[in-house]
């Protein structure tokens, strides 16, 4: 008997994971590495809708237990995959200028924009209204924070590369049965795949897919974040990742020509320099209609639950939700209402 299964390894199957293992639980980890959104992920992290400048929901929650974990994390697998930095927004407007100051002075923003406007001058930029900066941004670098993490659940003879079966899941009243292994919890954090999931499928995972490049510009040297129509965000040797697409009718992880050139449409929006295209990739999110992550229990068991619904901002959740779903299952402790998938009509729990 171990304490749990968890069926995934992107971002919030490692984090679940490894709240799992800091407090002591035995762990089996199933995946069977397909490509997924977290493998090919931006990776940035960012505090505010810069859209519409306002915050993140729960953002100071999120970074105060986001950060120190990814920290921990890095120590534990002697690697560097989280890289703090700066992020501009170029103003496009006086009226977006206006919109930024009086952001800028809410109490609950305060802490993440620079009040006064940055008018530094770019090689290959134009920006006549200037920038706005956030601070308590940056990117993690999630494909080798994958690969390393699979090597340590290697290492420690606990992880398993297979296809998850479900039909050799079974449970009783005490635990769940699957092949060789009996666990008192399993725990789905699959991603998009949670579609083909009999306890799960008809939860309402929309899923967006999103398209990224990696751009090689030589003469832009910059070390921060760089965001308008498209983000760019610096990884060393003059390469830059470049994203991200939005459709949310495609649902194949094959790259396509139409976003490649919004891509670089959009690249050239901001930049008037050479560039050459070296990667362009594909996944699909796992996206929620009502833009809430899917956390909770299964109706056919309080044995069996899903961990899903990280949507475009992953790397801050997936620590708190991992948290807020460990607490669930071991303290009791209930899940917020919009957390929860039992806020949805066809997982209500009767009373």
């Not at 971002?11 to 397909?34: H, R, W």
């Not at 306002?54 to 120190?68: F, R, S």
């Not at 396509?256 to 901001?270: R, S, V, W």
Request: aromatic share 10%.
């Amino acid at each position: 008997m171990i304490d749990y299964i968890v069926v995934g390894t992107g971002l919030a199957g490692i984090c679940f994971t490894e709240k799992l293992l800091s407090q002591g639980k035995k762990v089996v980890v199933i995946d069977n590495e397909g490509r997924s959104s977290s493998w090919i992920a931006g990776g940035m992290y960012n505090p505010v809708v810069l859209k519409r400048f306002t915050e993140v929901w729960k953002i100071n929650e999120q970074l105060n237990l986001a950060i120190p974990f990814y920290k921990r994390l890095e120590a534990k697998l002697a690697i560097k995959f989280l890289h703090p930095m700066p992020l501009f927004r170029r103003l496009l407007s006086a009226e977006e200028q206006n919109n930024w100051f009086c952001a800028a002075d809410k109490p609950s923003l305060e802490r993440f924009l620079v009040p006064s406007l940055s008018r530094m001058q770019l090689s290959g930029v134009e920006a006549p209204f200037g920038y706005g900066q956030v601070n308590d941004t940056g990117y993690l670098e999630t494909h080798d924070l994958i690969t390393h993490y699979r090597n340590y659940l290697t290492s420690i003879g606990c992880y398993r590369k297979e296809c998850f079966d479900y039909d050799a899941l079974s449970f009783n009243d005490t635990s769940v049965i699957y092949h060789d292994l009996a666990a008192r919890h399993i725990v789905f954090a699959e991603g998009f795949g949670l579609l083909n999931n009999p306890y799960f499928k008809d939860l309402p995972l929309d899923g967006t897919k999103g398209e990224l490049m990696l751009v090689k510009i030589p003469d832009l040297k910059i070390d921060f974040m760089l965001k308008a129509n498209v983000f760019i965000i610096p990884i060393g040797d003059d390469i830059y990742k470049v994203g991200a697409t939005y459709n949310w009718e495609d649902k194949s992880d094959t790259p396509t020509e139409k976003a490649k050139q919004e891509l670089i449409d959009g690249l050239k929006d901001i930049i008037n320099l050479d560039f050459e295209v070296v990667l362009h990739t594909a996944g699909v999110r796992p996206t929620v209609k009502d833009r809430r992550p899917l956390l909770g229990r299964s109706l056919e068991s309080d044995r069996i639950h899903v961990l899903n619904g990280l949507g475009t901002r992953g790397v801050l959740l997936a620590p708190f939700l991992a948290e807020r779903l460990y607490n669930n299952i071991e303290n009791g402790e209930p899940l917020e209402e919009n957390l929860s998938i039992h806020r949805y009509k066809k997982f209500k729990i009767k009373k």
